[in-house]
């Protein structure tokens, strides 16, 4: 394993901010490679926690050092300034660093990031980032894939996630790490985590467990692993979004990732200060519970569920 050093910024009043990779030099210079990108939001440690388990694994876990097939480069963390105080975005503009690609090397702070992290990403054959969802929610574990026509729907489905979203390109998306990443002729999939600030190791190892199958049944390391789900290709379309009537102390009976009925009563709101149920919310279709609002509190008219339709 080598360290390598993808950025150095200086701070006029800090430490400067270094971010490094971990480089496994593969045994077979012809074999798939893949780069993975951690952290490069705050609020939540899931990206940086399961990007560090890899190394640890790269290091310990394959008895044999030939085991390693294809290159593998590791970037845990890239905003760590986010990371430290617990804010999405970069702290000093609250810019979001996945939407400065392929960056710029006279520019802002974040387009600067962004330029020196995309350099350091070029010519891997594979590539995965680790993200959260956007907003006030969490999920379980899915690959997310830009309707782009760069997008390989096959490759994704070794990751073993239950859910692949095949979400429409937005104007916005044309400045991520995946689009540009796919732009420039790497086969690049975003993981989207849970956004919870506590570490779920269930949830953790299914996406600790995604990665590890996808570099298996690429051959780019040699570990038997288990299959997982075979994965279930959703687009916009395939999603029911369920609103809340009322506003109150928001209360899920039903987990993400539950299996849920048409008509199944899937959660409640109560009165903040009587303590009465004043909504209740059903499900219009048979699905699965892919997403839920996270807070205790929700207002009225917010996103309660997403449920991916089934049948």
Request: proline share 4%.
């Amino acid at each position: 394993m080598k360290t390598i050093e993808i950025l150095r910024i200086d701070s006029l009043n800090r430490s400067p901010l270094i971010v490094e990779g971990y480089l496994f030099e593969g045994s077979d210079p012809t074999a798939p490679s893949v780069a993975i990108v951690g952290a490069m939001e705050g609020e939540t440690i899931l990206p940086l926690y399961t990007a560090s388990k890899l190394v640890d694994f790269l290091r310990h876990s394959l008895d044999d050092e030939s085991k390693i097939v294809g290159n593998i480069l590791v970037i845990p963390s890239v905003n760590h300034y986010a990371l430290n105080i617990n804010q999405r975005f970069w702290p000093l503009d609250k810019t979001d660093i996945n939407t400065m690609f392929p960056g710029y090397g006279e520019g802002e702070t974040t387009q600067r990031i962004a330029k020196k992290l995309f350099d350091a990403l070029q010519g891997y054959t594979h590539g995965i980032i680790l993200e959260t969802r956007e907003g006030i929610s969490t999920c379980i574990p899915y690959i997310k894939l830009f309707e782009s026509g760069y997008e390989d729907l096959k490759s994704a489905k070794k990751f073993g996630y239950r859910l692949i979203h095949h979400k429409s390109l937005r104007p916005t998306d044309t400045v991520s790490l995946q689009y540009n990443w796919q732009l420039w002729g790497t086969k690049a999939y975003s993981i989207i985590c849970p956004s919870d600030t506590n570490i779920d190791l269930n949830t953790s190892n299914e996406v600790f467990d995604g990665i590890v199958n996808f570099l298996s049944k690429n051959k780019i390391i040699q570990y038997k692993v288990l299959s997982g789900y075979e994965s279930t290709i959703v687009k916009n379309r395939d999603i029911e979004i369920i609103k809340t009537s009322k506003s109150g102390i928001f209360i899920p009976t039903k987990k993400i990732g539950t299996t849920i009925k048409k008509d199944e009563m899937i959660g409640k709101v109560i009165h903040a200060l009587e303590g009465k149920v004043t909504h209740r919310i059903f499900s219009p279709c048979d699905g699965l519970i892919a997403c839920a609002y996270k807070n205790g509190l929700i207002f009225e008219n917010a996103v309660a569920f997403r449920v991916i339709k089934s049948g």
